[in-house]
């Protein structure tokens, strides 16, 4: 094997497979209120308001398909130990075949009970009606991690950072923790750390290397970079 490689990306590795980001101008924030559609207080003031957001991003995200940006990254798991952390809700990492993908703020393709915690695979239009299939409780929502909850495989990330050889950040803007503070860490381990963004993030002074551009031309040529020096 290789590098062990912990790649955490955001919503610009999907933009160019047609998903909206949430901070770029016209993103999802410009269009819908944060506390409205993605904390757990917005859910309990109106539950169909937040289905109704969700069900129409499930339905983007089924009809979408992965770029150039996700292909490359699953070339990577031929020669490296890849975690791929990432904040989308979208399944286009597995849909371009990654193996070790970590959903850390959830996905819309399983629903959960907020009654019993139960998970099952989401319907493509979930309502407020649904029954929980496990307690029958009528509160189901999507599996997804909004603010002030905790984000998935925390444990886990911070074990992958702790061998890792490298870090690498894509198409994420830096603002939402505990996402954004993973370079830090990363950097206190000695990692070498690069990130890749249209635009540099919040917190692209912490990273050894930036390479400014779309996901789709600046991670396949990165994968081409570590293929060529892991051969020579
Ligand atoms: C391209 C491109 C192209 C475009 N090519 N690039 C005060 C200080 C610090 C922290 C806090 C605070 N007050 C509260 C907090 C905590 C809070 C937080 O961080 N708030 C901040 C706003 C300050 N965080 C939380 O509440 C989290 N939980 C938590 O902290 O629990 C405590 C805990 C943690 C750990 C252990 C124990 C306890 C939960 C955060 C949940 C985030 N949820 C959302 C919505 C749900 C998912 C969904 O609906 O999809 O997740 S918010 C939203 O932001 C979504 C995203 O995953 C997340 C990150 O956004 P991302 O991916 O970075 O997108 P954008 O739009 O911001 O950026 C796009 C980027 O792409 C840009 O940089 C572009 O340039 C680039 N781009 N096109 C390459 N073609």
Same mark, same amino acid.
């Given at each position: 094997?290789?590098?062990?490689?912990?790649?955490?990306?955001?919503?610009?590795?999907?933009?160019?497979?047609?998903?909206?980001?949430?901070?770029?101008?016209?993103?999802?924030?410009?269009?819908?209120?944060?506390?409205?559609?993605?904390?757990?207080?917005?859910?309990?003031?109106?539950?169909?308001?937040?289905?109704?957001?969700?069900?129409?991003?499930?339905?983007?995200?089924?009809?979408?398909?992965?770029?150039?940006?996700?292909?490359?990254?699953?070339?990577?798991?031929?020669?490296?130990?890849?975690?791929?952390?990432?904040?989308?809700?979208?399944?286009?990492?597995?849909?371009?075949?990654?193996?070790?993908?970590?959903?850390?703020?959830?996905?819309?393709?399983? &629903?959960?009970?907020? +009654?019993? *915690?139960? @998970?099952?695979?989401? !319907?493509? %239009?979930?309502?407020?009606?649904? #029954?929980?299939?496990?307690?029958?409780?009528?509160?189901?929502?999507?599996?997804?991690?909004?603010?002030?909850?905790?984000?998935?495989?925390?444990?886990?990330?911070?074990?992958?950072?702790?061998?890792?050889?490298?870090?690498?950040?894509?198409?994420?803007?830096?603002?939402?923790?505990?996402? &954004?503070?993973?370079? +830090?860490? *990363?950097? @206190?381990?000695?990692? !070498?750390? %690069?990130?890749?963004?249209?635009? #540099?993030?919040?917190?692209?002074?912490?990273?050894?290397?930036?390479?400014?551009?779309?996901?789709?031309?600046?991670?396949?040529?990165?994968?081409?970079?570590?293929?060529?020096?892991?051969?020579?």
């Amino acid at each position: 094997m290789g590098e062990q490689i912990v790649i955490l990306t955001g919503a610009g590795i999907s933009a160019e497979s047609g998903l909206g980001t949430f901070r770029d101008e016209g993103g999802l924030w410009a269009q819908h209120r944060i506390e409205d559609v993605a904390t757990p207080e917005g859910f309990e003031r109106n539950p169909e308001l937040v289905l109704g957001f969700y069900n129409q991003r499930r339905a983007e995200a089924a009809a979408a398909t992965p770029n150039a940006a996700h292909v490359a990254l699953t070339a990577l798991e031929a020669k490296h130990e890849v975690l791929i952390v990432t904040q989308n809700v979208d399944g286009l990492h597995e849909a371009a075949g990654a193996q070790n993908v970590l959903h850390m703020h959830g996905s819309l393709a399983q &629903a959960m009970c907020a +009654a019993c *915690a139960a @998970r099952w695979e989401a !319907p493509m %239009v979930m309502q407020v009606s649904d #029954p929980c299939p496990h307690c029958g409780a009528q509160a189901t929502r999507p599996d997804i991690v909004w603010f002030g909850e905790i984000p998935y495989g925390m444990e886990k990330i911070d074990a992958a950072l702790s061998k890792a050889t490298l870090f690498a950040a894509i198409g994420t803007s830096g603002n939402v923790y505990p996402a &954004a503070g993973f370079v +830090a860490e *990363a950097r @206190r381990l000695g990692l !070498p750390t %690069v990130e890749m963004n249209l635009e #540099p993030s919040a917190g692209h002074s912490l990273f050894d290397d930036l390479r400014l551009g779309p996901a789709s031309e600046t991670v396949p040529a990165w994968v081409n970079e570590l293929a060529a020096k892991s051969t020579s």
